[in-house]
């Protein structure tokens, strides 16, 4: 990537990539600039699941810059987006805005890596339960069909063979098993460009906590506890349409999850377990402080490659 104007810019599209589909990634967009460099082969089209979309899909476009080049812009310097805090009408407030570490949330958003990202999950996630019958299962004798001469035709053994209609399968597989690795750095760079989208997008939040309030407790909200209706009101005066709350496995509010377990187009899951499919079939994100710290520091490229050097260290 090159630096122009305070952004990162990933490079021009020629004549010929511009008369293609503009949700088609190709190479070309992340090299320089430079007119020396040779065009690398070019990324075959690619589609996501219609379970998995972005909100604006201007995000995956390239745009149109001053020089009437088609480059893909990444504003450079720090980010932040808005934090947010639940108040005691338990309303989500704005309360200023939250740092983002520039590492993680300024990644291009590469379709071809996402893809490569979500059908290793679902691949990962298919039980494998297909099973054919071989030829002790299929349902018939082991009689001679007919006679081993005479009849002009081939000999035959058994009706359940693999060559007779309606026989057993010559190879069948019990159980088979859909999964396949895929490397960390790619797992960890899909997640990041799905972040990089949603920032982009404005679909990003950062909460203190999801506790309850407690000078919140008067009326029907007597016991102090999260209910349903608190965070359906709580997510109806925000305007989200689907949202995904992220927490800490440590220190998630139990409440609070149960709350959202009936909440309609909602989903929770603690910072660990936050994956690819899942941040892109929600349109909005809210992740609790921490929670916020410990994804960071997984999907931090330069952090992952000195824990590894220190881990070589003590071997």
Do not use: C
């Not at 190709?26 to 972005?54: G, I, Q, Y």
């Not at 691949?123 to 030829?135: P, V, Y």
């Not at 007919?146 to 026989?167: D, L, Y």
């Not at 088979?176 to 797992?187: A, T």
Request: proline share 6%.
């Amino acid at each position: 990537a090159a630096a122009r104007g305070g952004a990162t810019v990933v490079g021009p599209r020629s004549a010929a990539q511009l008369a293609r589909p503009t949700a088609i990634l190709d190479a070309r967009r992340w090299l320089s600039t430079s007119d020396d460099v040779p065009a690398p082969p070019v990324f075959e089209p690619v589609e996501l699941p219609p379970n998995v979309f972005v909100q604006d899909e201007a995000v995956l476009n390239p745009r149109e810059d001053i020089d009437d080049a088609f480059e893909y812009v990444i504003p450079d310097g720090p980010k932040s987006t808005k934090l947010l805090s639940i108040d005691d009408n338990l309303v989500f407030q704005e309360t200023g805005m939250h740092d983002l570490r520039e590492s993680v949330w300024s990644t291009p958003v590469r379709v071809d890596i996402i893809q490569r990202v979500v059908n290793w999950q679902r691949a990962n996630r298919r039980q494998g339960t297909a099973t054919i019958k071989n030829i002790s299962q299929v349902a018939g004798s082991g009689k001679k069909p007919f006679a081993q001469k005479g009849s002009g035709r081939a000999r035959q053994g058994s009706r359940r063979e693999p060559q007779m209609r309606g026989g057993a399968s010559p190879h069948p597989k019990d159980n088979p098993d859909y999964s396949f690795d895929l490397p960390k750095r790619i797992r960890r760079y899909g997640m990041r460009a799905v972040l990089t989208a949603r920032f982009i997008e404005g679909q990003v939040y950062v909460a203190d906590s999801f506790d309850f309030p407690q000078t919140a407790v008067q009326g029907d909200d007597a016991d102090g506890r999260w209910k349903t209706k608190h965070l359906s009101k709580m997510v109806a005066n925000a305007g989200w349409q689907s949202v995904a709350f992220i927490d800490t496995a440590a220190n998630y509010n139990e409440d609070f999850l149960v709350a959202q377990n009936n909440l309609p187009k909602s989903i929770f899951f603690r910072s660990v377990r936050a994956n690819v499919f899942d941040l892109m079939s929600y349109k909005t994100l809210v992740i609790t402080k921490a929670a916020l710290q410990e994804l960071e520091d997984r999907l931090d490229e330069d952090l992952q490659k000195a824990r590894m050097r220190e881990k070589r260290k003590l071997l």
